[in-house]
Structures are given as structure tokens and as C-alpha cells.
């Protein structure tokens, strides 16, 4: 970082040194990922300054998911479609805000890339100025067909997230480690904060809406249970309402963020495609898992770009018990 001993790893700086380990790379994902830490900054910017923007509050509109969108949510998306405009090797881009996949540069040749985003994670902390977050997955494009997108997490070619806390920061892997920037909004860059982050095998961190507890699938209210009875081991709730900012607690301190299947959302509540794999690709990168208590995240074949799934992420030890939880359930 800037301050310590004038060493300055910039974002930039950093993706030039990893492509020059791979000769063959051609720096078109180093052009996606600068382009979305440009979003970054102008989300941040949106986001610190609602408030005094007179940009709080709902738009009146209701998304593809019958959520209320946010006046944020919605500057939010236009934030990412913007960015891409300039990057004309991204041919796609799904969004949390839009029915259907949305095609960019048409006509134009060279297309590599779709990105899908969930642009502001956690939206409904908005009103009262708490942590909030963007979440992205890169993928091979094909064309902007919804069957040429809905393949399995596994071919990610990238994925990450932002957020917009106390700092902000831009969390991302390619498939070589996790690796987060904080901005120095001094310089107006991200700057190396860790490289290669490893997630403990076990943690002391556990993440739900505690709130649905009865409502929840009886094998994740068993294991919540009976992992809060471990008295060897004890655990801490958090809880903030936005997943990248639980999830990130847990990259760093070990533990589990589960959502799962309720009786009023039987397929759980978030999104495949934007939220989960992107989520999923990160804690396996960092040394953990993500599944939906009966499978891999990374494994599941989307049937629609909105596919809604139970999840479960975090470190190996919580998720493996969490499995185990459901198969008990299924030979009973
Ligand atoms: P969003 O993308 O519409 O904000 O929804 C996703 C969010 C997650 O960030 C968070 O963990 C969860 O929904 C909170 O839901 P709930 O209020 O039901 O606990
Ligand atoms: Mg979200």
C-alpha cells in the first residue's frame, strides 16, 4: 500500500505482473476486470454520497425478481452497462435488474466475454447507509442466447466482488488465488491489500437469517443447531443483510453463510448465476467451499439466468457438516 514504505501495488500493476507469467495471455481479461474497478469507484461514489444526491429511496419500479428496485440499484446497472460499452470484447451482460441477457456492440467481431453482475448486493441496507456490495462472474461468450450462457460454474473464467464498507474493496480471482484491493481514494486506485488469501479450514463465524430459523428445511435448522450446542467451539452470529460483506468476514476469519430453502422459498433465495457461482468460484479459490447442502455449486447446470438455489459458503469444516446435515436428512 501507498503507506507502507512507499510501495505502491496498484491494481493495474498487479494484473501486469501476473499476465507476464503467462506469455500466451493476451491482457483482454485485464482490460474486463480494470473496467469493472472503474464501476467500483463510481458505484463507491454513489453509494457515500447518496444521502446528499437525494439518490436514496425506491424508484417505484418493481425488477424481473418482483423486487422494489432502489434508486441506487438502478444507477447501480447503469453503472456496469456503461463500462462495457467501452469494452468491445464483452458481447453480453446479465444483470440481477434485467429480464434477459443484454447485447452489447452488436455487429462488431471479437466478442470473448460475458459478464454477469448482481450490481448492488444487499440493497435494502441502502435506506440506512450500511454496507452494501456488487457481485461479477466473467465467462466465455457465446452469443447472448440464454442457452449459450447457462453453463455450469465450473467455466468461470473469473469472478469476484466489491464492497462498499468502511473501505471499499475489489476481491477477485482468475483461477490463481483470491486476491483484494482496497481503494486509496487519495490516488484514486486500488492497492494491494492481500494477495492469495487462504480461508481457515475451520472458523468461529456463523451467517443467516436467524430470523427464518422455523421456517428453514429441517436439515439446516439441525445443523445450526447443533453446531451453536458445540462447546469446544463456540461461534459468533453476523449477520449484515449483504452477502458479500458476511461472506467477506468469513474469507478472512473462517466459518459459514447459509441461505437456505424456507417454506416461503422453497429454491432458497439467491441467485445462481450472479450471486452464488461467482461467490462459490472465490471461497474455492480460497481454500473453501460453497454448496447447496445436497451438491457443489460449481456443478449446477442452470436451467434459467434468474435460477434461484440454497446456498451455503465458507470454510470446509462448517460446509462439509452442512452436507452431511442433508444426507442424514435424505436416508431417514
Ligand atoms: P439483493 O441482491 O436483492 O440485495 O438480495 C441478496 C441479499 C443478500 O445480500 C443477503 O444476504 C440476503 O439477501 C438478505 O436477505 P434477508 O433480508 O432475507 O435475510
Ligand atoms: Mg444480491
Given at each position: 500500500m501507498t503507506g507502507k514504505l512507499g510501495k505502491c501495488m496498484t491494481l493495474d500493476r498487479f494484473l501486469a505482473q501476473c499476465q507476464k507469467k503467462h506469455p500466451q495471455a493476451s491482457g483482454e481479461l485485464t482490460r474486463v476486470l480494470m473496467q469493472l474497478s472503474t464501476v467500483a469507484k463510481i458505484i463507491a461514489s454513489y453509494a457515500r454520497r447518496a444521502a446528499l444526491l437525494g439518490i436514496k429511496g425506491l424508484t417505484g419500479k418493481t425488477n424481473v425478481q418482483g423486487e422494489a428496485v432502489e434508486k441506487l440499484d438502478r444507477l447501480s446497472n447503469d453503472a456496469f452497462i456503461e463500462a462495457f460499452?467501452?469494452?468491445?470484447?464483452?458481447?453480453a451482460i446479465v444483470s440481477e435488474e434485467m429480464k434477459a441477457p443484454m447485447l452489447l456492440?452488436?455487429?462488431?467481431?471479437?466478442?470473448k466475454y460475458v459478464v454477469l453482475v448482481d450490481p448492488l448486493d444487499g440493497s435494502s441496507n441502502l435506506e440506512v447507509d450500511c454496507v452494501t456490495g456488487s457481485i461479477f462472474s466473467i465467462r466465455n461468450f457465446g452469443s447472448a442466447r440464454q442457452e449459450d450462457i447457462l453453463h455450469e460454474g465450473a467455466q468461470q473464467v473469473g469472478a469476484g466482488y466489491i464492497m462498499y464498507g468502511t473501505s471499499i474493496l475489489f476481491v477477485y480471482s482468475v483461477g490463481d488465488g483470491v486476491h483484494s484491493f482496497v481503494l486509496d481514494e487519495e490516488i484514486g486506485e486500488f492497492v494491494l491489500d492481500h494477495e492469495n488469501i487462504h480461508m481457515p479450514d475451520r472458523g468461529k463465524i456463523i451467517s443467516s437469517n436467524f430470523g427464518n430459523r422455523l421456517r428453514w428445511a429441517e436439515p439446516a435448522r439441525v445443523f445450526a443447531d447443533s453446531l451453536i450446542r458445540d462447546s469446544d467451539h463456540a461461534y459468533s452470529l453476523r449477520y449484515s443483510g449483504a452477502l458479500v460483506a458476511d461472506l467477506h468476514q468469513i474469507l478472512h476469519h473462517g466459518g459459514i453463510y447459509f441461505y437456505p430453502e424456507d417454506d416461503r422459498r422453497p429454491a432458497g433465495k439467491l441467485r445462481l448465476l450472479y450471486e452464488c457461482a461467482p461467490l462459490a468460484m472465490i471461497a474455492e479459490q480460497a481454500g473453501g467451499l460453497a454448496s447447496t447442502g445436497r451438491m457443489r455449486v460449481m456443478e449446477i447446470c442452470p436451467d434459467s439466468i434468474h435460477q434461484r438455489i440454497p446456498f451455503a459458503i465458507g470454510s470446509k469444516y462448517e460446509i462439509t457438516e452442512y452436507e452431511k446435515a442433508y444426507a442424514r436428512e435424505s436416508t431417514t
Open positions: 460499452e467501452y469494452v468491445d470484447i464483452v458481447g456492440h452488436s455487429g462488431n467481431g471479437q466478442k
